[in-house]
């Protein structure tokens, strides 16, 4: 079959599909369909893709964006493992957008199909979760002062010390010995750049001495204690982060089996409305499935040709006669009409292939 998709130039079909797609799982489904011959299937995916584009055309784009891949977070909340600040903040990505889904297909809605209300009913919500998440992590690299008391009061004592180191150094920036006026920070401590030639006239540890050899940096002794209380806190401040990143890795132990279905229901929605957006850029209508061995193409237009090039077709096969002989000279449309028969069925996930064969 591969072979024969090959030359119908289906990859080129699925591969228009995927860039209608925002979800990296979205658009892997996109690239990994295959044709469908159960009529079940068919119908069932043709009503999804209906439903899909009737809710564009009545509320506009569905609200989702790109998401990271949580797979490799999911294994370490299943085994009960902490989880970092990034991982943590996709995390409440994807119970943000499950949230946002789920509120674009249930509100204000009258839904006459409900054959994707199942889709959008299991997405799990959990709004007190994925506040605290967000509310307490600004980046990857950053919590929030709020993210728990004990944090937000060792980074007040950070700030009011480093105020104080600051104002002890300060007198000494007017000093003929320095090489600038400039506070800078060495091994997570502040020092002073100093002039190689008066090393000895500022009292203090040196941490560093410039590639040239003439600036020494010193950490003056008037400051060694404050520079001591500053990195006690700095430690505990790295501490309380541990905690928190703990607590709200836990928070998740419970519903990981959750937010790992929303993840795979995230991926199904947005394959299935990228279809229906593909449907929407090319007009594209849904086939009548007959159980007979025939078909009625009336007007129908190859995908992958432009659409101002593209001439439409009408073909009836298998109702008044069985056989059907096209003739004419070389890039007459031959190869075009037989292409199109095969692929005029295909209407977002549910393909039908029909053959015609020499009797």
Same mark, same amino acid.
């Given at each position: 079959?591969?072979?024969?998709?090959?030359?119908?130039?289906?990859?080129?079909?699925?591969?228009?599909?995927?860039?209608?797609?925002?979800?990296?799982?979205?658009?892997?489904?996109?690239?990994?369909?295959?044709?469908?011959?159960?009529?079940?299937?068919?119908?069932?995916?043709?009503?999804?893709?209906?439903?899909?584009?009737?809710?564009?055309?009545?509320?506009?784009?569905?609200?989702?964006?790109?998401?990271?891949?949580?797979?490799?977070?999911?294994?370490?909340?299943?085994?009960?493992?902490?989880?970092?600040?990034?991982?943590?903040?996709?995390?409440?990505?994807?119970?943000?957008?499950?949230?946002?889904?789920?509120?674009?297909?249930?509100?204000?809605?009258?839904?006459?199909?409900?054959?994707?209300?199942?889709?959008?009913?299991?997405?799990?919500?959990?709004?007190?979760?994925? $506040?605290?998440?967000?509310?307490? =992590? &600004? !980046?990857?690299?950053?919590?929030?002062?709020?993210? @728990?008391? *004990?944090?937000? %009061? /060792?980074?007040?004592?950070?700030?009011?010390?480093?105020?104080?180191?600051?104002?002890?150094?300060?007198?000494?920036?007017?000093?003929?010995?320095?090489?600038?006026?400039?506070?800078?920070?060495?091994?997570?401590?502040?020092?002073?750049?100093?002039?190689?030639?008066?090393?000895?006239?500022?009292?203090?540890?040196?941490?560093?001495?410039?590639?040239?050899?003439?600036?020494?940096?010193?950490?003056?002794?008037?400051?060694?204690?404050?520079?001591?209380?500053?990195?006690?806190?700095?430690?505990?401040?790295?501490?309380?982060?541990?905690?928190?990143?703990?607590?709200?890795?836990?928070?998740?132990?419970?519903?990981?089996?959750?937010?790992?279905? $929303?993840?795979?229901?995230?991926? =199904? &929605? !947005?394959?299935?409305?990228?279809?229906?957006?593909? @449907?929407? *850029?090319?007009? %594209? /209508?849904?086939?009548?499935?007959?159980?007979?061995?025939?078909?009625?193409?009336?007007?129908?237009?190859?995908?992958?040709?432009?659409?101002?090039?593209?001439?439409?077709?009408?073909?009836?096969?298998?109702?008044?006669?069985?056989?059907?002989?096209?003739?004419?000279?070389?890039?007459?449309?031959?190869?075009?009409?037989?292409?199109?028969?095969?692929?005029?069925?295909?209407?977002?996930?549910?393909?039908?292939?029909?053959?015609?064969?020499?009797?």
């Amino acid at each position: 079959m591969e072979n024969n998709l090959l030359k119908l130039e289906f990859d080129k079909i699925i591969n228009i599909l995927s860039r209608f797609a925002i979800t990296e799982k979205g658009k892997q489904l996109s690239l990994d369909l295959l044709p469908f011959f159960d009529k079940s299937k068919v119908i069932k995916a043709l009503n999804e893709t209906t439903e899909a584009l009737v809710l564009l055309l009545r509320k506009g784009n569905i609200p989702i964006y790109e998401i990271e891949d949580i797979t490799q977070y999911i294994l370490l909340l299943e085994k009960n493992s902490f989880i970092s600040a990034k991982a943590l903040l996709d995390i409440a990505n994807v119970l943000k957008l499950s949230r946002l889904l789920k509120e674009y297909y249930f509100e204000n809605s009258l839904n006459e199909s409900e054959c994707l209300t199942n889709y959008f009913n299991n997405l799990y919500i959990n709004i007190r979760i994925e $506040n605290t998440i967000f509310s307490s =992590i &600004i !980046d990857e690299n950053t919590l929030s002062d709020d993210a @728990s008391p *004990e944090l937000a %009061s /060792i980074r007040r004592n950070i700030r009011k010390l480093n105020q104080n180191v600051r104002n002890k150094l300060q007198s000494l920036l007017s000093s003929k010995y320095l090489q600038e006026p400039i506070i800078t920070i060495k091994n997570n401590r502040f020092v002073v750049p100093v002039k190689n030639e008066h090393r000895n006239d500022i009292k203090g540890f040196v941490h560093d001495i410039s590639a040239s050899g003439s600036t020494i940096f010193i950490e003056p002794m008037s400051v060694f204690e404050l520079n001591n209380s500053l990195n006690v806190l700095k430690n505990e401040e790295i501490t309380e982060i541990e905690k928190i990143l703990q607590k709200l890795s836990a928070s998740l132990f419970e519903i990981t089996e959750e937010i790992k279905n $929303n993840y795979n229901l995230i991926g =199904i &929605i !947005d394959f299935i409305f990228a279809k229906a957006k593909y @449907s929407r *850029e090319t007009n %594209s /209508i849904s086939p009548i499935i007959s159980e007979k061995k025939e078909i009625n193409l009336k007007e129908a237009k190859h995908p992958l040709i432009n659409e101002n090039d593209v001439v439409p077709i009408s073909i009836s096969l298998g109702e008044n006669y069985s056989t059907l002989v096209i003739t004419g000279p070389n890039t007459g449309g031959k190869t075009v009409v037989l292409k199109t028969v095969r692929f005029t069925f295909c209407y977002g996930y549910g393909w039908t292939s029909y053959s015609c064969k020499r009797k």
